[in-house]
């Protein structure tokens, strides 16, 4: 179906989409060599000259041309307004967007970009005029002004996110969690795979109180399946993954403190020491516990991880220092217990030595480590 456009202009909106800018703006120069005054080119080029780094002046340029043609075209004014913040020119954008919804007040872009930049260009001027400084009151003003203006668009385009985008970002600057987490809902329902929504929302998730590791990974990893790309959730997997393999700690230290249990090494009131050392057969039988307690508490934990938190648990070993670390002290501990288990000592003073090694370095690092992320 014909959508009333020149063909070259066309095939510019195939490229652009593709990224191909360069291609796009010989294209576009070659049907403004035909026809100077086509203004839907010039604001395709415009749109195209803000794609590069550094071509704001000649997306601005641009715009000048095609305004000049048409001055009430809106969305000529639109790139306009981009070109001008791209320039530095926040300030500026505020007339020429006002002037995109005096023209047609129900196109809800005016809105939402007014709505975006306004409380930034409000606390310029107001620093600008006040020493630089702007108060709280005069900052909530601004995000109350600039809120009405994303209402309206969201009334105008309720199926369309950047509005909702506009909400959340003044909520959170404004303090309003509920009203955050409410745009952030609106954003995903139009948008699941919203990555900054979808991140925020994982997190929230996976940091409420009750959450254990193996949750919070399974989280992350469902946020990751639908947002791949997305650097906080990898982060945040990489976080809960290290909590899992801090836990393994916890056995190996149980295992030393079952250990010094058989060897009865520390003395107490209307006790009495059992004698050493300790039979064969017990000492054999403490590798029972030991490995019931690795096989539940890791290995069948394990597996019931998901792939992808299993094969991160993998990598997150060989990429980074501390989860190696951890695994270092869970082996060490280990082998203090086995030491203790399994060696026929007959005097106490070593055995107690070997136990206070494997357990004073692991239980001082998991409390410095208990907030370290991985």
Known sequence: MSTGLHPALERADAL????????????????????????????????????????????????DRALALAPEDTGALVQRAYALQAAGRLVDTEEVLREVIRLDPGYWVGY????????????????????????????????????ELAREAVRLAPEEVFPYEVRRTIADLSGDRALA?????????????????????????????????????????????????????????DDASYRLLRGVRWIALLCVGLAGAML?????????????????????????????????????RFRRLRKGVQYNLRSLIRRRRWPRIVLGQAAWAMLCALLLTQVPWADRPVPQIVFWAGLAPTAATIWFDRRKAS
């Open 112 to 147: 939402a970009q007014l709505g975006h930049w306004l409380y930034r260009i409000r606390a310029l001027r107001f620093g600008h005029a006040n020493g630089g400084e702007v108060t709280r009151e005069a900052m909530d003003s601004f995000l109350r002004e600039s809120d």
């Open 264 to 300: 009865d090494l520390f003395a107490t009131d209307g006790h009495a020491q059992r004698e050493l050392p300790v039979p064969v057969g017990q000492r054999l039988w403490t590798l029972v516990p030991f490995a019931a307690l690795w096989a539940v508490g890791a290995l069948l």
């Open 181 to 237: 987490a409410e745009m952030d809902q609106a954003i995903l329902r139009i948008d699941p795979n919203h990555p900054q929504a979808l991140a925020r929302h994982t997190r929230q998730a996976a940091a409420a109180p009750g959450v254990k590791a193996a949750e919070a990974a399974t989280l992350y990893a469902d946020a990751l399946a639908a947002a791949p790309d997305s650097a906080p959730m990898r982060q945040g997997l």
């Open 16 to 63: 652009y989409a593709l990224g191909r800018y360069d291609e796009v703006k010989t294209l576009l120069g070659q049907r403004l060599a035909e026809d100077p005054e086509d203004v839907r080119a010039w604001v395709r080029l415009a749109r195209c000259h803000l794609r590069v780094e550094g071509e704001a002046d000649r997306a601005l340029e641009a715009t």
